[in-house]
């Protein structure tokens, strides 16, 4: 017998059917991963990449958690894609002292670009990248908020003290420059950023 998915609870009682969500949520160290080999079908893996010093390693022992001909999905961002209108000198200041303090960190801010040849390195066959791109102008208010405002430059503010405090930008530079980005959130601004998105398998 097929059962079809019921509109309400009352239609899925009288149906017969029932639907359970089989999801448990676990937090481990990816480098010390409590699963065995050939444990997961598909791996998801989203802005995790950029904050790792052996990005290489991250995805080997991602390859080998996975089932033969398993697949993974990786999504990266890329900050050296951040375009913006107006132009402001001080705003790509700004997101060269993020990179900057991410690369202190032991991390890289422009992992998205090298999603090809790191996968194919990490043994992974059937790579395929494919750039997703955030534009926004004045035709799109909430996502000027939502992503312009309240994730990228709030992003890049939440850096301020460390940038400064390493000497990567004097102060009214970075404030110039986040000044700017939120400029470039108005109605007549545009901004515009790229994730990189990696799909493969695992032979």
Aim: proline fraction near 4%; charge should be neutral.
């Amino acid at each position: 017998m097929r059962c079809r998915r019921a509109n309400s609870d009352s239609r899925r009682a009288q149906s017969g059917c029932t639907f359970r969500l089989n999801v448990s949520f676990q937090q481990a160290d990816l480098f010390s991963i409590p699963y065995n080999a050939e444990f997961f079908d598909h791996i998801f893996v989203c802005f995790v990449l950029e904050h790792l010093s052996r990005p290489h390693e991250a995805l080997t022992i991602l390859k080998r958690l996975l089932k033969r001909k398993g697949t993974i999905t990786v999504i990266e961002g890329d900050h050296g894609s951040t375009f913006f209108s107006p132009y402001n000198a001080s705003a790509h200041s700004a997101i060269q002292s993020l990179i900057s303090v991410q690369e202190q960190a032991g991390g890289d801010a422009l992992i998205g670009r090298q999603l090809y040849p790191l996968m194919l390195e990490s043994g992974f066959n059937g790579v395929r990248v494919s750039p997703r791109m955030v534009y926004v102008d004045g035709s799109r208010p909430e996502l000027a908020d939502a992503f312009t405002k309240k994730t990228f430059t709030a992003m890049i503010e939440g850096v301020r003290e460390s940038a400064i405090g390493a000497g990567l930008i004097d102060p009214h530079c970075f404030d110039e420059g986040v000044k700017a980005l939120y400029r470039a959130a108005e109605p007549d601004g545009v901004f515009c950023y790229t994730f990189f998105k990696a799909v493969a398998t695992k032979d």
